[in-house]
């Protein structure tokens, strides 16, 4: 469960940005994050099987020893819970990763490769990058020691990748 204070919607302008990008030969390979959700305080909460309830709240807190003059409240002392909050629009938890769909290039030798349109050219991919801690380091939860280790999630071997788009019609 994730739970966000005023989130914002932060993306690339409508038009011609993924076109201008696209064409960008040092981008060839890259992925790119077109929108962001940004927001000044948040609560993750992964469950577990049991059927846990919990209640929460984000109050006002007055006070020199809280810059923020935001806290969360719980009525219970939960391990899988992490509480975040800022000043500032800060946390991101929530965007969306891109990158380039490989051109198929014509048969007949004279037709014209179309040109990308907005963001049809671009798919929707997991991130390239390992999960974060609270520092921006790699999260130790996913230690590449454990990269081979069946009994540990890891989400570059676990998660299903999709290169190209699927169509009902190859059927």
């Not at 500032?88 to 014209?112: E, N």
């Not at 790699?138 to 999709?162: A, G, H, L, M, T």
Request: hydrophobic content about 30%; some cysteine.
């Amino acid at each position: 469960m994730l739970v966000m204070y005023k989130p914002r919607l932060e993306h690339f302008p409508k038009g011609k940005v993924f076109e201008a990008i696209y064409k960008v030969p040092e981008l060839k390979d890259k992925y790119v994050v077109p929108s962001v959700y940004k927001c000044r305080a948040y609560v993750t909460y992964l469950s577990e099987k049991a059927g846990e309830k919990i209640s929460l709240a984000l109050l006002p807190k007055s006070g020199k020893e809280n810059e923020t003059q935001l806290n969360w409240w719980t009525d219970s002392k939960i391990e899988n819970l992490q509480t975040k909050t800022d000043k500032d629009y800060v946390f991101s938890p929530l965007f969306t990763c891109k990158r380039k769909i490989p051109l198929i290039r014509p048969l007949m030798r004279d037709s014209p490769t179309p040109d990308p349109e907005d963001a049809d050219f671009w798919m929707d991919v997991y991130p390239p990058w390992e999960p974060l801690d609270d520092d921006g380091e790699i999260d130790p939860v996913y230690d590449d020691n454990q990269e081979d280790d069946p009994n540990v999630y890891n989400p570059r071997r676990d998660s299903e990748f999709v290169p190209f788009p699927i169509s009902d019609d190859d059927e």
